[in-house]
């Protein structure tokens, strides 16, 4: 059997996690048998490399796609996908989740359920509850109003989703989606519905995923959307600019009419000047950097092939490949 043969595709990256990818194996064999297939990117590891035996054992049909080195997360989830669009057809559908098991194999049923209407082209899991700490929390809840000051979106889910075949085409079609994969998912304007689900701790080990590592991740989504952001930054620059304008007006109605103390006046209009041309530039370069972006953001697909090290299919006892 092929690829093409299996109903349930799962796109997985793996980065030094053996273990916990083998448990992940194990209970998507259980729970969904021969129907699943799973196309797993092992991103560049060195100390613990994937072994498709781990697949093999779990009764479950697959790919292991090892890359020449690390290229991070989201990107490695590009280019599974990149792979999958290739082959897959359209009576299937794709899951992008996790290997770490805090994306939960028994909730992949409510997002294939959410898929069966015509209208949704993209499920996405929106969490209920978080296994994580109280810092990490906060963290998240400040970056989402941050993404929507300044994009002007809501973002509220990760990578944990469902796809259509169509939708998956789409998404390799985006420059984006090795950035970030839920803000391609925004960008792309694909039909998206959100699932409520809890997420679940992780099988082994500890996450490799620190603060800094996170900002990172959510910067990155903002960079999806650079015109947007640019375009903000720039109108709330060339705000103050003109209140800066209005300021040193009004500065110099009070120099004139006898109200100001000795000195009052040189310090306000020599911050009120220096404020000004601050903003005025910065709005500027913004403008400038919206024409860079704008000019630059021709969409190509993934060229996932530029970084596959090798592919190594799965035969499971009892299947042709």
């Known amino acids: 059997m092929t690829l ?18 083998a448990r992940l194996f194990a209970e998507l064999g259980h729970l969904f048998g021969r129907d699943v297939y799973v196309i797993a990117v092992d991103d560049g590891s060195v100390r613990q490399p994937l072994d498709p035996a781990s697949l093999q054992s779990a ?19 590009a280019i599974g996908l990149g792979y999958a669009a290739e ?13 770490d098991g805090e994306d939960v194999p028994a909730t992949i049923g409510p997002l294939l359920e959410a898929l069966r209407s015509p209208e949704v082209d993209v499920a996405v899991a929106q969490r209920k509850s978080r296994v994580e700490s109280l810092r990490f929390k906060a963290f998240y809840q400040v970056y989402k109003r941050f993404f929507s000051v300044m994009t002007g979106r809501a973002i509220s889910f990760g990578n944990f989703m469902a796809l259509k075949r169509h939708a998956v085409r789409r998404l390799v079609a985006m420059q984006e989606l090795g950035i970030h994969v839920a803000g391609a998912v925004l ?3 694909l039909r998206a519905v959100t699932c409520p689900l809890d997420r679940g701790p992780r099988y082994a080990g500890q ?21 947007d952001v640019l375009v903000r930054v720039g109108i709330a620059c060339a705000a103050i600019a003109a209140l800066s304008v209005v300021a040193v007006a009004a ?15 040189s310090l306000v209009l020599g911050i009120l000047v220096l404020m000004f041309m601050q903003t005025a530039a910065l709005a500027l370069m913004t403008l400038m950097l919206t024409g860079v972006v704008r000019s630059g953001s021709v969409a190509t697909s993934v060229a996932y092939r530029d970084f596959i090290d090798q592919v ?10």
């Open 4 to 21: 093409k043969d299996h109903s349930l595709l799962v796109v997985t990256p793996v980065f030094e996690d053996r273990e916990a990818s």
């Open 312 to 321: 190594l299919p799965v035969e499971v006892p009892g299947e042709a490949m």
């Open 251 to 265: 500065a110099i109605g009070l120099k004139l009419m006898g109200f100001s103390t000795p000195g009052w006046f």
């Open 187 to 189: 960008a792309s304007r």
């Open 87 to 99: 082959h897959m057809t359209d009576g299937q559908r794709l899951v992008v989740m996790d290997s």
């Open 59 to 77: 009764g479950v049909a697959g790919v292991v796609i090892r890359l020449r080195r690390n290229v991070g997360h989201q990107r490695a989830i």
């Open 207 to 227: 996450s490799k995923m620190n603060f800094v590592g996170l900002a990172l991740h959510g910067f990155k989504a903002l960079m999806v959307f650079a015109e």
